[in-house]
């Protein structure tokens, strides 16, 4: 299935084209308005108005609200010192070749053809051709585009060339250096431009991006980008434990297989599984056994629809259950045994496993 959706259709392409536009929103980093690039910023970042030499932004604070300007004639804005200088002192990353009208490259192209973003650093960008214009588009999450066979493929059918990756990204030509953005996607990586080349990272185990603040806190106090998802929560079953077998301590009938450590790092997907009805888990014999040769110290009156059950240490005792759970105990009288088969008390002392008292 998931090969089958490795080369899209042109036609799905060409339909996807308006969403994915602001999926990667790093790419199409001139065409966003003030607002959105501060979106991505943390709280007070400066920078360059992109496609301008000499407009500068400085995103919101804490309560306060945005604010933009141009430096006075003759001075260009120096994004690294957050001033104006005289502009032949600065170099603006918008003058020459790059700016003002880049080679359009959809000229010689049919109606509706796709080719390479050359400006693309994660080489997830295509160009759409309509009407001799060119329309950005990015490819889907997981997916890259293939510039021969002009199309979104994963990641394993089409390598992303290194001159590409290192491309000066649009994002950081705007940006001073070591700003970092947020990931639109996942709330646990982000971007860092660094000499104009934009390098995502990602946050230490149990942390993410805090969009406002721009590092990695705890997941638990992070505000992610409003689109970015929080990391599955790791299983952290297997912490501390020895890799095999262990009883559930949820569920008598339950239990875990924890593997063994790998690079260091424990069983973070171990198995979870069940014994069938009417038996629990025996961990001294690694078996799933008649749950009255088990002594367990869980509820019994969970995972079945007794009436009664036996209750641990103690064969003359019972458990009434209600709604899976215990409502309440009660004894059999003198020398009767209370028998979970039966459902009642009885003379005889079966003397099962789950109810004895511990043998020491
Ligand atoms: C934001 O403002 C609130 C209320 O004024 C204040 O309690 C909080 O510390 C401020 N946070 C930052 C990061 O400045
Ligand atoms: C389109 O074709 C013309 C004439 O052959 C050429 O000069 C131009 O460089 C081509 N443009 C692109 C983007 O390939
Ligand atoms: C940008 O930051 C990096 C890492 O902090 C530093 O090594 C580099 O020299 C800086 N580049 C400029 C142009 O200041
Ligand atoms: C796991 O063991 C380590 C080292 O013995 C200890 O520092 C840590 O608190 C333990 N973690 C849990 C969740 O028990
Ligand atoms: C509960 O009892 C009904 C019939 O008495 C039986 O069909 C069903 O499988 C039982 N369910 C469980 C969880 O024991």
């Not at 790791?234 to 559930?248: K, V």
């Amino acid at each position: 299935m998931k090969q089958a959706r490795g080369i899209l259709s042109l036609l799905a392409l060409a339909s996807l084209a308006a969403i994915a536009l602001g999926s990667n929103a790093i790419d199409e980093f001139d065409y966003l308005s003030v607002q959105e690039i501060c979106s991505l910023l943390p709280w007070e970042t400066s920078f360059l108005r992109p496609t301008t030499c000499d407009n500068w932004v400085t995103c919101p604070a804490n309560g306060s609200s945005l604010e933009q300007g141009a430096c006075a004639t003759g001075l260009f804005y120096n994004k690294q010192l957050g001033r104006c200088n005289v502009a032949a002192s600065v170099r603006c990353p918008y003058t020459g070749v790059e700016v003002g009208a880049p080679a359009n490259l959809c000229a010689n192209e049919t109606e509706g053809s796709f080719v390479q973003d050359p400006s693309s650093s994660n080489c997830r960008g295509y160009i759409l051709c309509q009407g001799h214009t060119q329309i950005h588009a990015n490819c889907p999450s997981e997916l890259i585009f293939n510039p021969t066979s002009r199309s979104c493929v994963y990641n394993n059918q089409y390598t992303c060339p290194q001159s590409q990756k290192t491309h000066t990204s649009p994002a950081c030509r705007a940006l001073p250096n070591n700003t970092r953005l947020a990931h639109t996607e996942h709330c646990e990586r982000y971007y860092e431009c660094i000499n104009d080349i934009l390098h995502t990272r990602e946050c230490e185990p149990q942390k993410a991006y805090d969009v406002n603040r721009g590092y990695c806190v705890d997941i638990d106090l992070v505000s992610c980008y409003a689109t970015a998802a929080l990391p599955e929560p790791e299983n952290t079953y297997c912490l501390n434990r020895t890799a095999g077998y262990h009883a559930d301590d949820q569920s008598c009938s339950h239990y875990y297989i924890c593997g063994k450590p790998v690079n260091g790092k424990y069983d973070t997907e171990p198995q979870h599984l069940s014994c069938a009805l009417g038996q629990y888990f025996d961990i001294e014999k690694l078996s799933c056994r008649d749950r009255l040769n088990v002594r367990c110290l869980l509820d019994r009156c969970v995972g079945n629809n007794m009436s009664y059950v036996n209750v641990v240490d103690d064969c003359q005792k019972y458990a009434r259950c209600s709604g899976g759970v215990t409502a309440g105990t009660g004894r059999c009288p003198e020398n009767y045994y209370f028998d979970e088969r039966s459902q009642g008390c009885t003379p005889i002392n079966y003397n099962y496993i789950a109810c004895s008292p511990r043998i020491v």
